[in-house]
């Protein structure tokens, strides 16, 4: 018998297996089969001795004989869980007779399964292959998963970082353009205005790419911190509304506000919930044709108070609707008017609106058009 | 802008003093001090005493809190106004316990600095604007 007895791909060789049991003839038998697999084998005769094995081997998995002198292999295997607790190896129990009472009272103590004697070499290895197999698994799970938390505050650091790099010499490039296009420094040929014009442009357009990685980077790492008051959502929207009057003029797109019946003050971050609706508002300028109709309301119950903002834009294609509120989720509809997509507007929107216990959703209308909902929860 | 006095820019990244200064100039200011650091800042303001200092918080050698605590310890009564990148809450209330009298961010558009500027000298110097 030169081939292990079960095939499997985890390789499994070497683990650590500590056995015990008070009669000799026994381990030597279950030491025999484990050995011919390639685990290294540890023994002892004894609960007692167990305990003190345990620490020093450091073992992957413990084969637990329940009958013993001294402690018995009950008292042994809480003692390692109280010991050990998360860390402690699966604890397999060994019984002259599968009694039902043993195993139930195994399981109590904190074993994974059980193994009845005489042994049955093939069923032996192949337990205790699935509980080696297992724990390595879940180890590798563990692992991955602190490695991969680990990488994700890395990119969120490392992202913060080049952002707030950026930001101060992109908004001096920014500032310095808008100054000579004034005419700061002297009066600039129409050429020359053209090309500081563009600066301006394309410095503001990175500037707010820079400003959006920075808002993911912050709530992505945890940081977003709301600074909330009791504040009138209707004064937050007719402020963007007003903001986006002047993109909306030069489309000639026309923004009507019906106006709110009373007004219920939400417990909110002003100048957060201010990005949301800027935001909404500014893209569905953005993606209406020109010369259309943008509508905006406000709703209230008894619970939540929000508002709507609908457009006449091609509304969202089904295919694309799971990208919409997702980091760089850009969509296959451009804007109308050659403007600017970071494709993170509507994903940090979500966030801060989730933030604040409240929900962002989007339904296409039936004739043309998309309406987009922020509602948030009324203090209570 | 309604201000004749004379404005001492503190901040260690040259693009920031000359994006100032250049709003500076274009709103009107004629008196414009540069100092690249905290020390630096601290020896003009000795020498030139202007009647307003803008102050970049993080500076390396000495920062902008400490240099506001330095420059209140010469003159209780001069004008500080905290440059500051992202607001920083923290930064901003330390800076106005220790009497700052406004933070600008240096990452708004010209228009908002501008405006800020000129809301803390209305606060600041409305005894001392000479009658018209």
């Known amino acids: 018998?030169?081939?292990?007895?079960?095939?499997?791909?985890?390789?499994?060789?070497?683990?650590?297996?500590?056995?015990?049991?008070?009669?000799?003839?026994?381990?030597?038998?279950?030491?025999?089969?484990?050995?011919?697999?390639?685990?290294?084998?540890?023994?002892?005769?004894?609960?007692?001795?167990?305990?003190?094995?345990?620490?020093?081997?450091?073992?992957?998995?413990?084969?637990?004989?329940?009958?013993?002198?001294?402690?018995?292999?009950?008292?042994?295997?809480?003692?390692?869980?109280?010991?050990?607790?998360?860390?402690?190896?699966?604890?397999?129990?060994?019984?002259?007779?599968?009694?039902?009472?043993?195993?139930?009272?195994?399981?109590?103590?904190?074993?994974?399964?059980?193994?009845?004697?005489?042994?049955?070499?093939?069923?032996?290895?192949?337990?205790?292959?699935?509980?080696?197999?297992?724990?390595?698994?879940?180890?590798?799970?563990?692992?991955?998963?602190?490695?991969?938390?680990?990488?994700?505050?890395?990119?969120?650091?490392?992202?913060?970082?080049?952002?707030?790099?950026?930001?101060?010499?992109?908004?001096?490039?920014?500032?310095?353009?808008?100054?000579?296009?004034?005419?700061?420094?002297?009066?600039?040929?129409?050429?020359?205005?053209?090309?500081?014009?563009?600066?301006?442009?394309?410095?503001?357009?990175?500037?707010?790419?820079?400003?959006?990685?920075?808002?993911?980077?912050?709530?992505?790492?945890?940081?977003?911190?709301?600074?909330?008051?009791?504040?009138?959502?209707?004064?937050?929207?007719?402020?963007?509304?007003?903001?986006?009057?002047?993109?909306?003029?030069?489309?000639?797109?026309?923004?009507?506000?019906?106006?709110?019946?009373?007004?219920p003050l939400v417990d909110i971050d002003r100048n957060k919930m201010r990005q949301v609706a800027d935001n909404i508002i500014s893209n569905a300028v953005k993606y209406s044709p020109k010369g259309s109709i943008i509508t905006v309301m406000f709703l209230s119950d008894e619970t939540t108070a929000g508002f709507a903002v609908r457009d006449s834009g091609p509304g969202i294609p089904e295919s694309e609707r799971h990208l919409l509120f997702k980091d760089f989720g850009r969509l296959s509809a451009k804007p109308t008017g050659g403007e600017k997509s970071t494709g993170l507007g509507l994903a940090i929107c979500r966030k801060i609106v989730e933030a604040h216990g409240g929900t962002i959703g989007v339904q296409n209308l039936p004739e043309r058009g998309a309406e987009f909902v922020v509602s948030l929860p009324l203090p209570k | 802008m309604n201000f004749n006095g004379s404005i001492m820019l503190v901040d260690d990244e040259a693009h920031i003093r000359k994006f100032i200064s250049l709003l500076l100039r274009h709103l009107g200011v004629s008196k414009i001090f540069e100092a690249t650091n905290g020390s630096e800042a601290l020896e003009l303001y000795k020498k030139e005493t202007p009647d307003l200092v803008m102050l970049d918080v993080n500076m390396p050698v000495m920062d902008g809190i400490e240099t506001l605590r330095a420059l209140k310890a010469l003159n209780p009564d001069c004008v500080v106004v905290m440059l500051t990148s992202l607001a920083n809450r923290q930064t901003i209330d330390e800076a106005v316990a220790l009497g700052a009298a406004n933070y600008i961010r240096k990452d708004a558009p010209p228009e908002e600095i501008g405006r800020a500027l000129a809301d803390t000298i209305d606060n600041c110097f409305e005894f001392d604007e000479p009658e018209a």
Do not use: W
């Open chain 1, 1 to 263: 018998m030169d081939e292990p007895l079960i095939n499997a791909s985890i390789d499994l060789k070497g683990r650590r297996i500590l056995a015990v049991d008070d009669d000799r003839i026994n381990l030597r038998i279950i030491g025999g089969i484990l050995r011919h697999e390639g685990y290294e084998i540890s023994e002892a005769s004894s609960g007692e001795q167990a305990l003190e094995l345990y620490a020093s081997f450091q073992p992957n998995l413990v084969l637990l004989d329940v009958m013993m002198p001294g402690i018995d292999g009950f008292t042994t295997c809480r003692t390692l869980k109280k010991t050990y607790g998360d860390k402690c190896a699966p604890v397999i129990f060994v019984t002259a007779k599968s009694e039902a009472d043993d195993v139930v009272m195994g399981f109590d103590a904190g074993g994974v399964d059980y193994l009845t004697k005489p042994f049955r070499p093939k069923e032996v290895v192949a337990r205790i292959r699935t509980h080696l197999s297992n724990q390595q698994l879940v180890e590798q799970q563990k692992h991955l998963v602190t490695q991969l938390s680990k990488a994700n505050a890395d990119k969120d650091r490392f992202l913060g970082m080049c952002a707030h790099d950026l930001r101060n010499p992109l908004s001096s490039i920014r500032g310095l353009a808008e100054l000579m296009a004034e005419d700061a420094i002297g009066e600039l040929t129409g050429e020359q205005k053209e090309i500081v014009q563009t600066i301006h442009g394309a410095s503001q357009s990175m500037l707010q790419l820079v400003n959006e990685l920075l808002d993911v980077a912050t709530i992505e790492a945890g940081h977003l911190k709301l600074d909330k008051k009791p504040t009138s959502l209707s004064e937050i929207v007719e402020r963007s509304v007003h903001l986006s009057n002047l993109e909306a003029a030069k489309k000639n797109t026309r923004i009507e506000m019906v106006k709110a019946n009373g007004s």
